[in-house]
T-cell receptor, first 111, second 115 residues
């Protein structure tokens, strides 16, 4: 499974847009890109998933360039409650559903 | 309604003891997982079961034995507990989506402390 690299931490202020970029140079042709969010003392929660171009849901947007070697999670107008760890993963299409979690990006939203 | 539940939420025990963590999902999913999250927050998969059959078994000491009595349950039994087993253990479940991928749903975690 492809390894991912993302910043260890990011700071932002309420109301700002936050973009977290993930590098996955060895992504395979059939790999999807998925982002999970984890609050303290809780299990990770699915945010968004995409294969190419742009995906948007009620929570976030995911931008994937044509070469798919990176992706950017965009959180519009963050609030204090968006403070969490965000994980970028690639894979998920195999019959095992195996996911490899990296170190994640700790996002701290300040008032 | 809780989708993936785990019991207990907290477990404090002494070295050498044997303990079990239970997991249940009411989502009708056919695949379940156990993950371990250590103090550095790294989340590592341990086991996965699909329709009660073991499909993923990472490099985990054989003191850890998962058991899946049915598709909705995946329990984790740990023998001869060691200090290094202290961590948060997460259960998860998933189902193949119409898009051909898996979305995993995680339980609230069980914080195991071995003294």
């Amino acid at each position: 499974l492809a390894k991912t690299t993302q910043p260890i931490s990011m700071d932002s202020y309420e109301g700002q847009e936050v973009n977290i970029t993930c590098s996955h140079n060895n992504i395979a042709t059939n790999d999807y890109i998925t982002w999970y969010q984890q609050f303290p003392s809780q299990g990770p929660r699915f945010i968004i998933q995409g294969y190419k171009t742009k995906v948007t849901n009620e929570v976030a947007s995911l931008f994937i360039p044509a070469d798919r070697k990176s992706s950017t999670l965009s959180l519009p107008r963050v609030s204090l409650s968006d403070t969490a760890v965000y994980y970028c993963l690639v894979g998920g299409s195999s019959n095992t559903g195996k996911l490899i979690f990296g170190q994640g990006t700790t996002l701290q939203v300040k008032p | 309604d809780t989708a993936v539940s785990q019991t207990p939420k907290y477990l404090v025990t002494q070295m050498g003891n044997d303990k079990s963590i239970k997991c249940e999902q009411n989502l009708g999913h056919d695949t379940m997982y156990w993950y371990k999250q250590d103090s550095k927050k790294f989340l590592k998969i341990m086991f996965s079961y699909n329709n009660k059959e073991l499909i993923i078994n990472e490099t985990v000491p054989n003191r850890f034995s998962p058991k899946s009595p049915d598709k909705a349950h995946l329990n984790l039994h740990i023998n001869s507990l060691e200090l290094g087993d202290s961590a948060v253990y997460f259960c998860a479940s998933s189902q193949l989506t119409s898009g051909g991928t898996y979305e995993q749903y995680f339980g609230p975690g069980t914080r195991l402390t071995v003294t």
